[in-house]
């Protein structure tokens, strides 16, 4: 056994740290929301975004992530964490930090948690009904806002079970802003001061994530300024995460 001080020495050196898998890396870039890409690059380049340039994005932003998980949870300045807290807390930093407040599909949340698709399911439903109020749903707002007030993709386009009730078709960012669409759609019944109806949004064409939208809806997203400043209210922007000290 050779014990001299060289071996010793070489034997304490640190293991290299072993590079982000790509399939994961590109896994994460699928949740990043086509009008969120001009944020992924240094600020002043006009090049064109490719998936290198979000590639590299993601892979930085993770290393962050990794060494702020490891000094505020990991070595104890937070204790008593349960595994499923820990879990929460990483989805909740991918998120904003990531994804720009939008959260992915079931399987690829899978992936990213090495889970099966049932438990990253139940952990994805932990979180939306934790933050869906305050994290979620007031950036979908705006995102909806967007999408609503911008040309569908048809016009005029009857109900799938009301021949009397037209709509127009919009394309989604994912699956999931069907459900907050409606979460829109209650938040007008309520501030409506008529009885008029609004009927709910459902998948068009959900392969191509398109959606049915009421005409009415659009009408009065479009131009009822002082009903939706009032949702906006309600549901402000969320703030910054501040770090206990």
Request: charged letters at 30%; a neutral charge.
């Amino acid at each position: 056994m050779d014990l001299s001080l060289e071996s010793i020495l070489e034997s304490t050196n640190l293991p290299e740290s072993k590079p982000w898998m790509n399939n994961v890396i590109y896994v994460f870039i699928n949740g990043i929301p086509d009008d969120c890409h001009q944020h992924c690059i240094a600020k002043g380049e006009n090049n064109e975004i490719k998936k290198e340039d979000l590639a590299k994005f993601v892979r930085e932003r993770l290393q962050v992530l990794a060494e702020r998980e490891y000094k505020l949870w990991i070595n104890g300045r937070m204790p008593y964490i349960t595994p499923r807290e820990l879990q929460l807390w990483r989805l909740r930093q991918f998120v904003q930090y990531i994804w720009f407040w939008n959260l992915p599909d079931d399987n690829d949340l899978a992936m990213i948690f090495n889970e099966t698709k049932r438990k990253a399911s139940n952990l994805i439903n932990d979180f939306i009904a934790r933050f869906r109020k305050t994290l979620l749903f007031p950036i979908a707002l705006r995102r909806l806002y967007v999408i609503l007030k911008n040309e569908p993709m048809k016009k005029e386009i009857p109900h799938k079970d009301k021949s009397n009730v037209n709509g127009n078709i919009y394309s989604i960012i994912n699956k999931r802003y069907i459900h907050d669409c409606n979460m829109l759609i209650h938040e007008l019944r309520i501030r409506l001061e008529s009885n008029q109806a609004l009927s709910d949004s459902y998948f068009y064409d959900p392969d191509i994530n398109q959606i049915w939208v009421d005409s009415s809806v659009v009408e009065i997203v479009c131009n009822h300024d002082k009903i939706i400043k009032d949702i906006f209210k309600t549901y402000p922007k969320p703030e910054p995460e501040q770090e206990n000290e």
